[in-house]
């Protein structure tokens, strides 16, 4: 299987008219969806309004051209905004540029060495915790301009930026708070009327206009941040060393992490929308290339965005060229109006963001999840906590080593281990039954019954199980037809055993060895030699006859 193949290839083959008006229709009202989203992201992630539509540009155009999926949208999303705002307030936004470019090659890397398929397998309570954590970060970051507030700089910390808020409450804004209010409103009641036109499209241009013609004293994007550029700047590439590597190594592995995460959900969630596959290595090279170019043109961290692709497939989109002519409207966006976006006031930004946070938030979710096992509450109430508290990246590394130790101490828990010594002379061995207890076991011998993985978490209850051996039974036969895996300290156990065997003069037979992985692993060790190819039987009735034998011979 190729490691880079992108989906556009696939789709030119068979291309047709009539798609390609169904994709101009979608790859527009995803442009104009996009608009105010790259900015709103961009600003809330401190850094220029313009920076978020170079990177919808630059980033979306090569996620569509090169990517695995044939509707993935790429672009700015609400995901980063903490991360990109903690570097630039640590960095700068010229460590920003560098760890979003380290990232980027970061990501190749991972869809080289076909690591697509690994991030799909990160548990669904950590992902929903995290980005819990986030949508109320974002919704945090917010209320300064939610509700005008006169505060020259919003502390960094979720508790000290609440606290903030509070003391500079007499300052609130009513106009800026009028105009949030008619944003959300406008978001959330135009699909009640229409779904063509981009509730956060009407309630801009709504709140803008209201806000000239009324002349109403709230900040603007020109009035805080100056003129938007009309034009894209000329790409450079940053200047590494191992110093700045070594700096930014930690905040650049974040964003490659996240962004292969949120890619590659955004491209399962748009598979089971059009009932395609898209091809997760291919993505991955494709996000990487696409945040790259971003920080070359200045741009911020890209990826799939989950809630623009879903417009692009229900608006007919169905191949790449969609979402290329989703950036190339944002070009021309930029180009020719890009200069009324000075006028877009912060409020209505700070609405728009609330209604993605309360989107991101999952709160359906985190409920469902906090009514299962108990795993995973932990696993989702610590990473919860420690993305408001503490920081994400902590946050993502706790919870994936909780939930290893969690589903280790699940697989333990189906692991066991029993001992049968029954001394009777009954030779009968019934038929048709597969239970250890329906079995007569000769004298002098002894029966241990393995159960479940044979690995190092449960490897004491193995060890236990040999101290209560017999000091010498004359046959010991091990059943492990219920065994489908181990790992080097279950064979370790197992040469123990051998070893005690020996000492005791006890002969040692492995009934039912019936997997391929463990069957391997005994090879490799060199087991099936030390105990005799013979020693090691297909069925447990074969065990119990050889075990006679064993002793007649006595």
């Known amino acids: 299987m190729m490691i880079f193949r992108p989906k556009l290839i696939d789709t030119l083959r068979h291309y047709s008219f009539s798609q390609f008006r169904r994709d101009l229709m979608a790859g527009i009202i995803v442009g104009i969806v996009a608009l105010p989203l790259a900015i709103a992201f961009a ?27 044939k509707v993935q949208i790429g672009g700015p999303t609400g995901a980063f905004i903490i991360i990109v705002y903690g570097i630039v307030q640590t960095y700068g936004v010229s460590g920003l540029i560098i760890a979003t470019f380290i990232a980027g090659i970061m990501l190749i890397i991972m869809g080289v060495l076909k690591l697509g398929f690994i991030i799909k397998f990160i548990p669904h309570p950590l992902i929903v915790g995290f980005t819990s954590g986030i949508a109320v970060l974002i919704f945090s970051s917010q209320m300064k301009d939610f509700f005008g507030l006169d505060i020259e700089k919003v502390p960094a910390g979720f508790g000290s930026k609440w606290m903030s808020y509070l003391q500079h409450f007499p300052s609130v804004n009513l106009y800026a708070v009028l105009i949030a209010v008619v944003t959300v409103l406008t978001i959330l009641m135009l699909p009640k009327i229409t779904r063509k036109i981009p509730g956060s499209l009407v309630a801009i241009v709504i709140t803008t206009f209201a806000t000239e013609w009324l002349h109403l004293p709230v900040e603007t994007i020109g009035s805080t941040f100056g003129s938007i550029e009309a034009s894209l ?3 450079v590439i940053p200047d590494l060393d191992f110093s700045v590597i070594k700096q ?36 991955l090279v494709a996000q990487g290339t696409a945040n790259i170019f971003s920080a070359a043109f200045g741009g911020i961290p890209a990826t799939g965005a989950i809630a623009r692709t879903a417009t692009n497939i229900k608006n007919g989109g169905r191949t790449p060229v969609a979402g290329m002519i989703h950036a190339v409207t944002l070009l021309l966006i930029m180009l020719f109006f890009g200069k009324w976006a000075t006028l877009i006031p912060l409020a209505s930004l700070a609405g728009i963001l609330v209604v993605v946070a309360y989107n991101m938030s999952e709160w359906e979710s985190f409920v469902a999840i906090l009514k299962g096992p108990r795993s995973d509450v932990a696993v989702l109430i610590s990473t919860f906590l420690l993305t ?43 038929h ?18 393995i159960t479940g993985p044979m690995f190092f978490g449960a490897a004491y209850k193995f060890k236990e199980a040999i101290r209560t051996l017999e000091s010498s039974p004359r046959v010991l036969i091990v059943r492990m037809k219920q065994v ?39 090879k490799k060790a060199r087991l099936v030699f030390a105990i005799g190819k013979a020693n090691i039987v297909e069925t447990f009735p074969m065990a119990l006859s050889k075990a006679k034998e064993h002793i007649a011979d006595l």
């Open 43 to 69: 600003i809330a992630s401190g850094v220029s309004p313009e920076k978020g539509l170079y990177t919808a540009i630059i980033a979306g155009f090569i996620i569509s051209g090169l990517g695995g999926s």
């Open 233 to 235: 700047p000329t790409p």
């Open 248 to 283: 930014l190594i930690q905040p650049a592995f974040t964003i490659a992490l996240l962004a292969g995460i949120e890619s590659l959900l955004s491209a399962v969630v748009a598979d089971g929308m059009i009932g395609g596959h898209h091809r997760s290595n291919t993505e």
């Open 388 to 430: 408001v508290f503490i920081d994400l990246t902590v946050a993502i590394e706790i919870g994936m080593v909780l939930a290893a130790f969690l589903f280790m101490r699940k697989m333990v828990q189906f692991s066991g281990v029993q001992v049968l010594a029954e001394e009777t002379n009954d030779n009968t061995v019934p």
């Open 432 to 449: 048709g039954k597969d239970e250890i207890d329906t079995f007569a076991i000769p004298k002098h011998v002894q029966v241990f019954e």
């Open 484 to 522: 489908p895996i181990i790992d080097a300290t279950g064979i370790q156990v197992l040469k123990d055993m051998l070893q005690q065997a020996r000492r005791n003069n006890t002969k040692l037979i492995l009934s039912e060895v019936i997997s391929g992985q463990v069957t391997y692993e005994l």
